[in-house]
């Protein structure tokens, strides 16, 4: 509705619109692995990091639209310079699906691999263990192996807490935190774990082709997916930022 909007008001502006994915932390610019609060993907590796998430629902061959911050903010330079002082109306797609897609199960293997190398020292100052996490494909299998795993032994804990004068309360509220936040999360991703789709970047590669014969320095302006090599990425670049600027 916005962009529609846009359009109808414009007047004679150029008109430049881009539609950026799931935008990670930096790729090189300011620095690498650079973000700010939590952003989609990054909740889980809070959660898995801290060994809060053992379960979870969707596709493991789902493809995961990613792009780096630095990658969005190049793209709208260039597009800006590009259009500037003509009349356009053009929209640009900023993803990865199309030029190199990373699946969910990509994104499971480097979260394992980075944590157990590199583990979490939680409050106690012990390090967080953690494994695979179990991937339910439907929405029915995923609530069946919650209530079996963990709903019921939270009641029961609950009504031993209650009998014991709350002698294991601080296990319970432990539990209780745990797989709240595990169902928060699926509540807030649900619309995207069996997403399908890829987005077509056609626009934007042809912006990247205008940008390279033109002479633009596209070594400074860079905003290539093709570029990245998404394990080189999750495991030496973003899982560690994530680690040092989100991780409390």
């Known amino acids: 509705m916005a962009e529609m909007l846009l359009g109808q008001l414009k007047d004679n502006l150029p008109l430049v619109i881009l539609r950026p994915t ?134 029961g804990l609950e009504l031993v807490n209650a009998a014991f004068c709350q002698y294991f309360q601080r296990l319970y509220l432990d539990l209780h935190r745990k797989i709240n936040f595990v169902m928060r999360l699926i509540e807030l991703y649900k619309p995207y774990l069996f997403f399908k789709g890829t987005y077509d970047d056609m626009n934007t590669e042809k912006l990247r082709v205008a940008a390279r014969e033109s002479g633009v320095e596209t070594d400074v302006f860079y905003f290539d997916p093709k570029s990245i090599n998404w394990e080189d990425y999750f495991m030496n670049t973003h899982i560690p930022g994530v680690v040092k600027y989100v991780f409390k």
């Open 22 to 155: 799931i935008i990670t932390s930096t790729y090189k610019e300011p620095f690498p692995g650079w973000v700010e609060g939590i952003r989609t993907i990054d909740s889980l590796a809070v959660g898995y990091g801290k060994g809060r998430i053992t379960c979870f629902l969707g596709d493991p061959e789902s493809i995961i639209d990613l792009i780096p911050a630095d990658m969005v903010v190049n793209s709208m330079i260039v597009a800006m310079a590009a259009h500037a002082n003509q009349p356009s109306d053009m929209i640009y797609q900023v993803g990865s699906s199309m030029a190199k897609p990373v699946k969910f199960t990509q994104l499971q293997d480097f979260a394992l691999r980075y944590f157990v190398t590199n583990p979490w020292i939680g409050k106690d100052g012990k390090p967080v263990i953690v494994g695979k996490v179990t991937v339910l494909g439907t929405m029915d299998s995923f609530q069946r192996y919650m209530a079996i795993r963990y709903l019921l032994p939270l009641k």
